[in-house]
């Protein structure tokens, strides 16, 4: 009987093993193997016990595999094993060149499914009672990467600044610097900001503070990547509840 190819492309979602969706759980079970992302939660490859489990890396300035080569591999496993799990952590379709993936393996004939996750983008703000929108003070909200390809600072985050609505850059620590000058430029130095490094995860931290605090607040507590950073006025209508259990935590 001949193996029929499948690649799957999972969500993982933004960290805890249980912000996975169950479809996505459920995927990994049926894995005969599974390509993953290094910042991926590898407890849940516990799901994919009788998988293969192959690391690809790509996590930024860090060894990974070249995409092209990824895309090699998701083809050349699918037609030797048949169920192949691309697991890639948030949402396989923001910033995770998932898409690249999925038409890479139709062009060859096989087929493809997308089990969307939980972004960082919009769970990590959650958990933390921040709305993203807010009736009359924030009409929308952006998604962006500070970094495009080769390192390159993304203007966007130019225009994004001069917006009122609320700023969520992902892959951006390292041009924190840059992101601190545009939003001084648009005449926003007093606007909430908060890092979220590790979110959702037992080493999580995070930092608040406003466009002129956050570089000094950033350094004094040594934040690195991978992170979040979220920019605009919601900030401030913090849950309460929210605000209340991590003052808790802080103090105990």
């Known amino acids: 009987m001949t193996t029929k190819a499948k690649i799957t492309l999972v969500g993982a979602g933004p960290g805890a093993i249980d912000l996975i969706t169950l479809k996505g759980v459920q995927v990994l079970q049926n894995a005969k193997v599974v390509l993953y992302d290094a910042l991926v939660n590898k407890e849940l490859l516990n799901y994919a016990k009788d998988a293969v489990l192959v690391p690809v890396g790509k996590r930024g300035g860090k060894p990974s595999a070249s995409q092209s080569r990824i895309n090699q591999l998701l083809l050349s496993y699918a037609l030797i094993y048949g169920d192949v799990v691309r697991l890639k952590g948030g949402d396989p379709f923001i910033f995770g060149r998932g898409l690249e993936e999925v038409e890479f393996a139709q062009r060859n004939g096989v087929e493809t499914e ?5 972004s960082s983008s919009t769970g990590l703000t959650a958990t933390k009672g921040i709305s993203l929108t807010q009736r009359g003070i924030a009409n929308g909200f952006w998604v962006l990467t500070a970094t495009k390809q080769k390192g390159k600072w ?7 600044a001069q917006s009122n609505s609320t700023i969520v850059v992902l892959m951006g620590v390292g041009k924190l610097p840059q992101i601190v000058r545009e939003f001084k430029t648009a005449g926003k130095s007093t606007l909430p900001v908060m890092i979220i490094q590790n979110g959702s ?13 956050i570089q000094q607040l950033a350094k004094e507590n040594e934040i690195a990547a991978p992170a979040i950073i979220v920019l605009g006025e919601t900030l401030r209508n913090q849950s309460n509840n929210q605000l209340k259990s991590e003052l808790f935590k802080q103090l105990n």
């Open 201 to 213: 995860l037992p080493n999580e931290k995070v930092v608040r503070g406003t466009v002129s605090s």
């Open 114 to 118: 997308v089990v969307p996750g939980i």
């Open 154 to 160: 993304n203007e966007d985050l130019s225009l994004a």
